[in-house]
């Protein structure tokens, strides 16, 4: 199940696992985004289908520009190669319908985005991690 995130889930210790999987930075950077960035954006949560149900992906966006940028998205390591990551950013098309798609990432997920039908660019460096080539990602609609 895919739905949008409640504050207090958007703070709970699995999202903040999920939150470094994307990000991979400093515990205080992780608290920043979670606290600071989170609220300001849309957030949907993918949770597993056995009881409890347990928080195992999300999907963070801008809804409010085009083209709608995904500044994160992480699916828990049990969890990965599932196709989970493809519900998330299929869940983030249906949320914003046509609108073109873009995110920046670097070596380490390049390829999911490639394979899901992004065009993929060289990007400009990230001062958040300035040793790691990026690349700009978008996807139009079809």
Request: hydrophobic share 35%; proline share 4%; aromatic share 8%.
């Given at each position: 199940?895919?739905?949008?995130l409640?504050?207090?889930?958007?703070s709970?210790?699995a999202?903040?696992?999920?939150?470094?999987?994307?990000a991979?930075?400093?515990?205080?950077?992780?608290?920043?985004?979670?606290?600071?960035?989170?609220p300001?954006?849309?957030?949907?949560?993918?949770?597993?289908?056995?009881?409890?149900?347990?928080?195992?992906?999300?999907?963070?966006?801008?809804?409010?520009?085009?083209?709608?940028?995904?500044?994160?998205?992480a699916?828990?390591?049990?969890?990965?190669?599932?196709?989970?990551?493809?519900?998330?950013?299929?869940?983030?098309?249906?949320?914003?319908?046509?609108?073109?798609?873009?995110?920046?990432?670097?070596?380490?997920?390049?390829?999911?985005?490639?394979?899901r039908?992004?065009?993929?660019?060289?990007?400009?460096?990230?001062?958040?991690?300035?040793?790691?080539?990026?690349?700009?990602?978008?996807?139009?609609?079809?």
């Open positions: 199940m895919i739905r949008e409640q504050s207090a889930e958007r709970s210790t999202m903040r696992e999920l939150v470094w999987l994307a991979e930075l400093p515990d205080e950077a992780i608290t920043a985004i979670i606290t600071d960035e989170l300001g954006l849309t957030t949907l949560g993918l949770f597993s289908e056995q009881e409890p149900q347990e928080l195992i992906g999300f999907v963070s966006f801008n809804a409010s520009r085009e083209p709608v940028e995904i500044e994160y998205i699916v828990g390591a049990a969890a990965q190669h599932g196709g989970h990551g493809s519900r998330l950013v299929e869940a983030v098309r249906d949320h914003v319908g046509g609108a073109t798609l873009y995110a920046q990432t670097d070596d380490d997920a390049v390829d999911f985005y490639r394979k039908g992004f065009t993929i660019t060289s990007a400009d460096p990230d001062p958040r991690w300035p040793e790691r080539q990026r690349y700009d990602c978008e996807l139009t609609s079809v």
